[in-house]
C-alpha cells in the first residue's frame, strides 16, 4: 500500500479554466504570426490582381482577409485528403503555396504600399493616443482575466475511487484533492461490506494539492463486495464529508 | 403621391436644400397628406459625402483612447459584478454607449473624412469585441462556443476533419471555421479559446468592412454606410451571439464579402474573371463553413437576380447574376451531398420548432413567452425593458420614416402608362436590402414565442443588413437638421447608442455579465471551476471517449475538458426519470452509457432556461414549475451493481455500465 502527496494538475480549479491545449511560446507565436501573414499576402496578392479594375484598394484589402481565410479552409481539406492535417504539413502546404502564387506576391505589396502611402499624416500626440489605447485594451483584457481567476464560489474536496484493472481485479485507487482555498486535515476509512479494513488519520493536504493511494484489497472482487471510501474533515469523525464505493458488480 | 405641393425629393442632391413647406390647404385631407407624406417620404435630405473632408485621422486616436478607457472600466466592473455588486451589470452597459455614442456622433458629422469614418468603425468593432472578451476572459462560457470548441479539439487530437461531435453532429460537416482555428493553434503553440479568439476577431473586422463597402456601393456615401454599420451592431446578435466562436461568425463575413462581389460584379461593365473566381472561392468556403448562412445568401443573391430581371438589366448583366445565384444554391446543396451531411434534418428541426412555437403563439393571440422573464421567474430591471424596447421602437420608427426614402434611392418609381402601372427602379441591391427590411417586423414577432425565439434571433441577422442602410437613410435624410448640426449629430449618435445597447440587451440581457453566483441549466452562468474541474477528473482518471450521461451543461464540460462521448440529448432521459424502468434500460443499452454526472445542484432552483437536458428532447414536457425533485437524481445510487467513483460533494458520477450492459 502506497501513499502519497502530489502536486495538482493545475494550480487550482480556476486555473483550469485557461487550460491550453496547447503550449505556446515567443518562437512558435512568432511563426503562427509568420504563417497567418504569409497566407494574407498570398490572398491579397491574388485578389489584388483579381479585382484590379474593379475594387479601390480598401476594397480589395477587405475581399483579401475573405480569400485568405478561403485559402486556409482550401489547405485545410486538402491536408485532410493527404492525411497531413498538423503543424509540419500547415507549413509545408503554406510554403509551397507562396512559391506557386509568387508572381502575384507583387500585387500584394502594391495593395499594402497604395494604402499606406495614401494614409494621411499622422502627429506624434495622436500616435501617442493609439498606442496608449492599445496599452490600455491589452491591461483591461489582464485585469478582466485576473478578476476570473480569482471568483470561486466553491470550495470543495474531490473524492474518487476506482477499481485499478478489470472486473476481477482487486487492486483500487483512492484519492483526494483539496480545492477548499485553506489547507485542511482529513481522515479516511475503508469498508468492505461495511466492515471497516483500514484507516487514515490526520492527512494534511494543502490547497490544490492531491492525496493519493492504491490499494490491495483480497477478496474485494467477490460476489456483491462493496468497496467503501468515507472522507472526514477538519477531525468531524461523526459525519462523513464525501462518500464513494465500488460494487464488484460494476 | 402626384401632388407636389409639400416637400420636393432632392434627387440633383444639394446639401440640406429641401424645399418647400407645408402649403395650404387646397383641398379636403391635404394636411393629413402633406403630414403623412413628410414623416414617410418627404423630404429627404443629401446623403451624399459632398461636405467630407480630406483624408485625415481626425478623431480616431481621440476615440480610440475613449474605447480603450471604457473597456477597461467595463473590465472593472465585470470584476465587481463577479463579486455581487449589483450596479455593475448597469455600469457596463453604460461603458459600452461611452464609447458607442462618441463615436457614432464623429461618425455622421458632415465634414468627417472617409478615412476616419473607416477607422472609427474598426475602432467601434475593436471595442464591441473587447467587451465580449471582458465578459469571458479566461475561456468558452456560451453554449455553442462549447460545440465547436469541441470540433477543434477532434481535428487537433485526431488530424482528421468530419470526426463525428456528439454536441452538435451537424457541425462536423461545415468545419471551416474549425480549421481556420486548428491550423492557427497547431503552429502557433496557441490554445484554440486563444486561436478561436483571433480567428473571429479577424472575420469580425472583415464582416464590419464588408457591410461598409457594400453599403458604400449600393449609397455612394460614405457617411450613410458607417451609420448603416453602426445600426447594425444594434442587431441583437451582433455583439455576443455572432462574435462567439461558432461558425456562423465566420460564414457572415464571407456573406458579406460575396454579396459586395456580387454588386460590384453587376456594377461593372465588363464581366472580370477575376472577380468570378474570387467569388466562387469565396462562396465555396462559405458553402464548408455554414450552412444556414449558404442558403441565406443563395436567397440573397437569387433575390438580386430577379430584381435585375425586372428592372430590365441587359442581358449580359442578367446572366451574370443569374449565373451567380445559380452557383450560390448549387454549391452548398454540392457540399452537403459530397460530405454526406445531416443538415437537411438539422435544418428541418429548427423549421419544425419555428412552426410549431407560432401555431401556439397564434393560439394563444400573442405569445406564451413572458418578454423580459425567464423561465425561473428571474425578471429584468426596468431600465433593461425599457431600453430593448425603445431601440425596438426606435428601430420601426425609422424604418417607417426611411422605408419609402431609401426606396426613392433605390429609384424606384411607379409608372402610369395607359391603364396599367409599371414599377421601375435603377438600384436593385438598394431595394433588396429596403425590401429585407420586411422581415424584422417577423423577426420581433418571432420573439414573442418560447420555441420561436431562437428563430427570430437568427433572423435578425439577415434582416440588420436591410434594417442598417435604411434606418441610417431616415436618420441622415430626414431626422437631420443642418442648422443644427450638433444637436442632430448628437441626438443621432445617442439614438445610435440606445440600439446598440438595446440589440445587446435583446440578445443576451441578463447574460451580459456572468453571474456571481452558480444558476441551474444557464449556460455562461453554470460554468464554473468546480464543474470544469470534475470534467477534468474524468479525462485524467478515466480517460477520453467514455460514453456521458448528463444534464446540458455538464454535457458541455465534459465533452470538451473532459474530452468525453456525451450520449444523445434524448438518451439521456433516464437522468430525469423517478426510476430506472424497461424503458430507461433500453435507453441505456441503446446509448451504453458508462457513466452519469448527478449535479445535485441542479435541484437547488429552478432551471433558468425551464428545461434540464436540451430544449429539443423536452418540447412536448411542461416547462418545470419547481426545482427538480433530488430524489430522481439520486435513484442510480439505489442500484445494484452501480458505484460511485467520484463525490465532490455536490457532483458526483455513478459508473452504471451494469444498468447499460446486455
Known sequence: MISCLIPPLLSGPGSQLAIAEGHVTAASALVGLAAAGVIWMIGSGLTKRALADTASNFEALVVSGAVALALVIGLGLILHGIGHLNATGWLVSIGVLAILTFPYLGGSIALFTGILCRRPHMSGRDALMLASAVILSVVAIQEARNGAFSHREFAFTELWLLRDGDKASDQFVLGFTNHERVTAMYGLDILVDGRLVDVWNGIEVEPGKSWITALSLPGAAGPSRRVEGLLYKNGDRETAYRRVWVESGA | ?662
Open chain 2, 1 to 662: 403621391m402626384a401632388d407636389t405641393t409639400a416637400f420636393s425629393l432632392d434627387s440633383a442632391g444639394k446639401p440640406g436644400k429641401a424645399t418647400g413647406g407645408f402649403a395650404a390647404v387646397r383641398r379636403p385631407f391635404n394636411a393629413v397628406y402633406n403630414g403623412v407624406s413628410f414623416l414617410l417620404w418627404r423630404p429627404t435630405w443629401d446623403l451624399s459625402d459632398a461636405r467630407s473632408g480630406a483624408a485625415s485621422w481626425g478623431w480616431a486616436p481621440q476615440l480610440a483612447l475613449v474605447t480603450a478607457a471604457a473597456v477597461y472600466v467595463a473590465a472593472l466592473c465585470a470584476n465587481a459584478h463577479r463579486n455581487g455588486a449589483e450596479w455593475s451589470k448597469l455600469a457596463f452597459y453604460l461603458c459600452i454607449a461611452g464609447f458607442i455614442v462618441p463615436v457614432a456622433v464623429r461618425t455622421v458629422w458632415p465634414s468627417t473624412s472617409r478615412w476616419e469614418r473607416i477607422w472609427l468603425l474598426v475602432i467601434a468593432t475593436l471595442g464591441l469585441f473587447l467587451i465580449k472578451i471582458v465578459r469571458a476572459p479566461i475561456g468558452f462560457i456560451d453554449h455553442d462556443e462549447f460545440l465547436h470548441w469541441r470540433a477543434a479539439l477532434d481535428i487537433l487530437e485526431t488530424q482528421q476533419l468530419f470526426t463525428h461531435n456528439p454536441l452538435l453532429p451537424v457541425s462536423s460537416f461545415y468545419p471551416g471555421l474549425e480549421i481556420a482555428t486548428a491550423g492557427l493553434a497547431s503552429v502557433s503553440g496557441l490554445s484554440v479559446f486563444a486561436a478561436g479568439s483571433l480567428v473571429v476577431l479577424f472575420a469580425r473586422l472583415i464582416q464590419v468592412c464588408a457591410l461598409f463597402i457594400l453599403y458604400a456601393r449600393i449609397t455612394g456615401s460614405s457617411r450613410v454606410s458607417a451609420l448603416g454599420c453602426l445600426v447594425y451592431m444594434g442587431c441583437s446578435t451582433f455583439v455576443v451571439f455572432n462574435a462567439q466562436f461558432s461558425y456562423e461568425s465566420l460564414a457572415l463575413a464571407f456573406l458579406l464579402v460575396a454579396f459586395f462581389l456580387a454588386v460590384a460584379l453587376q456594377q461593372a461593365q465588363r464581366a472580370s474573371l477575376g472577380v468570378i473566381a474570387v467569388l466562387v472561392c469565396v462562396v465555396s468556403a462559405l458553402a464548408t463553413t455554414h450552412h444556414v448562412t449558404s442558403y441565406a445568401l443563395a436567397g440573397l443573391l437569387l433575390g438580386y437576380a430577379v430584381l435585375e430581371l425586372f428592372r430590365g438589366a441587359y442581358a449580359t448583366r442578367l446572366g451574370r447574376a443569374l449565373l451567380i445565384s445559380a452557383f450560390a444554391i448549387l454549391v452548398p446543396l454540392a457540399w452537403s451531398k459530397i460530405v454526406g451531411s445531416s443538415g437537411g434534418s438539422y435544418l428541418g428541426r429548427i423549421f419544425e420548432i419555428t412552426i410549431h412555437g407560432v401555431e401556439d403563439m397564434l393560439q394563444s393571440f400573442g405569445g406564451d413567452r413572458q418578454l423580459f422573464v425567464g423561465a425561473d421567474g428571474t425578471a429584468a430591471p426596468v431600465w433593461q425593458r425599457s431600453t430593448a424596447i425603445a431601440a425596438v421602437l426606435l428601430t420601426c420608427m425609422a424604418l417607417a420614416c426611411g422605408f419609402l426614402r431609401a426606396l426613392d434611392k433605390a429609384g424606384l418609381k411607379i409608372e402610369r402608362v395607359k391603364f396599367r402601372f409599371l414599377l421601375t427602379w435603377t438600384n436593385s441591391a438598394l431595394l433588396l436590402l429596403t425590401l429585407l427590411t420586411l422581415t424584422y417586423p417577423v423577426s420581433v414577432v418571432l420573439r414573442l414565442s418560447s420555441f420561436g425565439w431562437e428563430f427570430g434571433n437568427r433572423l435578425s441577422t439577415i434582416a440588420f443588413l436591410g434594417v442598417g442602410v435604411v434606418v441610417a437613410v431616415a436618420a441622415l435624410g430626414f431626422w437631420w437638421v443642418d442648422r443644427y448640426e450638433r444637436l442632430s449629430s448628437a441626438v443621432i449618435g445617442a439614438l445610435a447608442g440606445v440600439l446598440v445597447l438595446g440589440g445587446i440587451i435583446g440578445g443576451v440581457g441578463q447574460f451580459v455579465l456572468v453571474s456571481p453566483t452558480y444558476r441551474v441549466v444557464a449556460d455562461s452562468d453554470s460554468i464554473e471551476p468546480m464543474g470544469i474541474s470534475a470534467a477534468h477528473w474524468a479525462r485524467t482518471w478515466l480517460g477520453p471517449n467514455n460514453t456521458f450521461m448528463a444534464d446540458r451543461v455538464n454535457r458541455l464540460l465534459f465533452s470538451t475538458y473532459g474530452r468525453q462521448r456525451a450520449v444523445e440529448v434524448g438518451d439521456s432521459s433516464p437522468l430525469l426519470a423517478k426510476k430506472i424502468g424497461e424503458k430507461e434500460r433500453l435507453s441505456m443499452l441503446r446509448s451504453q452509457a458508462a457513466f452519469a454526472v448527478i449535479d445535485m445542484r441542479l435541484t437547488y432552483e429552478l432551471p433558468v432556461f425551464g428545461f434540464v437536458l436540451d430544449s429539443g428532447s423536452e418540447k412536448a414536457m411542461p416547462v418545470y414549475e419547481e426545482p427538480l425533485d433530488p430524489m430522481v437524481l439520486l435513484k442510480f445510487g439505489r442500484q445494484p451493481g452501480v458505484s460511485r467513483v467520484f463525490d465532490n460533494g455536490y457532483m458526483t458520477i455513478a459508473d452504471i455500465r451494469v444498468l447499460s450492459d446486455d
